[in-house]
């Protein structure tokens, strides 16, 4: 399990990665990206954008109303993720899709804008 944990000044958020070694059934490789963004409260956001962000690839997502996301299939290689909703926004994280592994799971929490 990979966790990574990024907070700013006091504020309860961050974004934590969970890589979780249970194959689903019938894998064959199709690297697969999927989690949930939830708001400052903890909340599932949904309606928010999105985006993983690589080499030469840019691929953006709407979360359902449970906040959540799937991003299929992904080439393996190394990524920057990051989530918005109005003036809502994640830090942008960085994250390492590998070949013939088990989906990335990824939780992503919001935070609101830095004050001017």
Do not use: C, Q
């Amino acid at each position: 399990m990979k966790r990574i944990h990024l907070g700013l000044a006091g504020f309860a958020v961050g974004v934590w990665l969970l890589a979780t070694p249970a194959a689903r059934a019938g894998f064959t490789g199709a690297e697969r990206l999927e989690g949930v963004v939830l708001d400052v409260d903890g909340a599932p956001a949904g309606g928010s954008v999105v985006i993983l962000a690589g080499e030469r690839i840019r691929r953006d997502t709407l979360t359902n109303d449970g906040g959540g996301f799937v991003i299929d299939p992904v080439t393996p290689g190394v990524y920057l993720l990051k989530a918005t909703v109005g003036s809502l926004a994640s830090d942008e994280v960085r994250i390492e899709v590998r070949a013939d592994e088990a989906p990335l799971h990824v939780t992503i929490v919001l935070k609101p804008p830095r004050p001017v």
